[in-house]
């Protein structure tokens, strides 16, 4: 008997109705961990009432105490650290040490929504002007004060990815409903047992009734949220296809939309940057994850004589990877998500092969764990700058090394990608790192950092491709995000 992942509606666990599900598996082993309802849209239904209702009562809750739940609420995610990252470990298929990190950046989020009360104060300017014509008779003027107030949306929507289960929807609701907004989760359908625990601590906590709803589900949900009238605000983390979808489909239909999208990240590597800074670093950011983050860097562009110390170097330490169950002792690289995910980058290495890139080292040959959906880290060398490799999102751990004479080559390759979410560079030149960070056309810059992550203060910056919208998640943005500005202008007499 398979469990279903039921809904989370009005406080409660619902048991979802619907006849197309989706085989919710443990990728490391193919074991299927529950069932996942598709066709939810009177769920999705459901939710939205559900926080239509709540969203009175809960905006009108003092700032102050909507994060005393949230403070219970970061002590019991401590408490379940060790649950939560088991939970990632085996619906995901990360490592132990990438699933804490996945806790732990979400918790991160959560203190930082925390501070709520200082975060959403307006500001006041006392005698902005001085009105002088209304009483003849007043010799003084009458001044106006003027202020700016930050003030709740309505019910929000946040549509998640499976890369990142318990922190991306920590980068969305906490801040949300600290601001005295109510919220629907609708979670990947690969990762949606993780984000129902999630939200059941929420509960836990003390969260009212309806003032945080989560819903199972697939596109047709999602369209469901994205234009339903009581919906004011969108937010999206996934692939670009679909964040062009979302945004237009949510804009067109009048709601406040962010969208997180995909990526393809250039490392550049300087003849003289610190070697083994620069070896763990590219490393870490190409096959953390088995490369699936939007902060992958996937393609190294290595200038003038780099390639003479990095390529031997680069080779040796990929094939210290240890790929297993992520639980496994000594295990430094899980599986993908899914049997699909390993079609799709054997696809790639295929396509880098036929392309003429050099092969270094080929995962599909390493030894791996029977059963899950594995393949082992993958190295090209020489790749064309115009090959599906260099340009197109892979989400796997393949690494293509591109060869340019100088900076001003290295550069223009990252400007060529379409996206725009993170770009790196290894030096020892701050004049490089200058005019590398100036140039490099996008939004979270790494120098000497493979994975230049931006802690929960500060907005999670893509540009490009890599993001349809204004105010991005995280930091000041998200609170401009979940909050609208009121002017008032006043004066007595
Ligand atoms: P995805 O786009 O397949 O799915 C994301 C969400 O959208 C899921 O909840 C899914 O159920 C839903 N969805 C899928 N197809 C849909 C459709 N046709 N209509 C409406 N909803 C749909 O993404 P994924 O595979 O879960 O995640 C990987 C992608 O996310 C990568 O491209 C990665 O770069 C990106 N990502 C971006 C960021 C960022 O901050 N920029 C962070 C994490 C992941």
Redesign the pocket.
């Known amino acids: 008997m398979i469990n279903t992942v039921e809904h989370f509606i009005d406080g409660k666990r619902v048991t979802p109705s619907s006849s197309t599900t989706f085989a919710d598996i443990n990728p490391a082993t193919g074991e299927v961990l529950a069932e996942v309802g598709m066709d939810e849209v009177a769920a999705a239904e459901a939710a939205v009432q559900s926080s239509a209702n709540a969203f009175r009562g809960w905006s009108e809750t003092p700032v102050g105490d909507r994060c005393q739940v949230l403070f219970r609420y970061k002590e019991l995610l401590e408490q379940h650290f060790d649950e939560l990252t088991q939970m990632i470990v085996d619906e995901h298929g990360k490592t132990i040490a990438e699933a804490r990190g996945d806790v732990r950046r979400g918790i991160d989020c959560v203190e930082y929504a925390c501070g709520a009360p200082s975060l959403m104060m307006g500001r006041t300017l006392p005698r902005i002007a001085v009105s002088t014509s209304f009483s003849r008779e007043r010799e003084e003027g009458i001044p106006l004060d003027s202020s700016l107030e930050r003030v709740p949306i309505g019910v929000c929507v946040g ?6 289960p318990i922190m ?1 929807p920590l ?1 969305m609701w906490p801040m949300a409903v600290a601001c005295g907004n109510t919220f629907v989760l ?5 990762v949606s047992l993780c984000a129902l625990r999630e939200v059941e601590l929420a509960y836990e906590a003390g969260l009212p009734s309806g003032v945080l709803n989560m819903v199972t ?7 469901h949220l ?1 234009t339903h009238n009581d919906v004011k605000a969108v937010s ?8 062009k ?2 945004y237009m489909t949510a804009s067109v239909a009048g709601k406040r939309v962010q969208c ?4 393809k990240n250039t490392m550049i590597i300087m003849p003289d940057a610190n070697q083994d800074a620069a070896i763990d670093g590219v490393i870490s950011s190409s096959m953390g994850n088995t490369g ?5 860097g996937s393609v190294a562009v290595l200038v003038g004589d780099a390639p003479d110390w990095f390529i031997p170097q680069i080779v040796e330490a990929a094939k210290k990877i240890s790929v297993s169950k992520g639980d496994v002792s000594g295990c430094t690289m899980g599986p993908l ?1 899914d049997d699909a995910s390993v079609q799709r980058v054997n696809k790639a290495i295929e396509g880098g092969i036929e392309a003429g890139a050099d092969l270094l080292l080929d995962g599909r040959e390493t030894i791996l764990p029977e059963g899950g959906s594995f393949v082992g880290p993958t190295l090209f060398d020489n790749v064309p700058h115009d090959s599906a490799l260099a340009m197109e ?1 892979i ?1 796997g751990p393949v690494l293509s090394i591109l060869r340019v004479d100088s900076l001003d080559d290295a550069i223009a390759v990252t400007h060529r990608s379409p996206y725009g ?1 993170m770009a790196v560079m290894f030096t020892d030149s701050g004049y490089a790192a200058n005019k590398f960070k100036d140039t490099a056309g996008a939004g979270m810059i790494g120098i000497n950092v493979g994975v230049p992550a931006p802690m929960a203060v500060f907005p ?1 910056c ?1 540009w490009k491709d ?2 349809f919208g204004t105010l991005h ?1 995280n930091g000041e943005d998200s609170v401009r995000f979940y909050t609208e500005g009121r002017i008032l202008v006043s004066r007595w007499f």
């Open positions: 549509v998640t990815p499976f890369n990142f991306v980068w609708k979670p990947s359908e690969k589900g697939g596109p047709d949900v999602v369209n994205l999206f983390v996934g692939s670009t296809a679909v964040a979808h979302v997180m999208a995909g990526a699936q983050r939007c902060l992958a998500i999102e989400f979410n999670f893509g890599s993001f998640s």
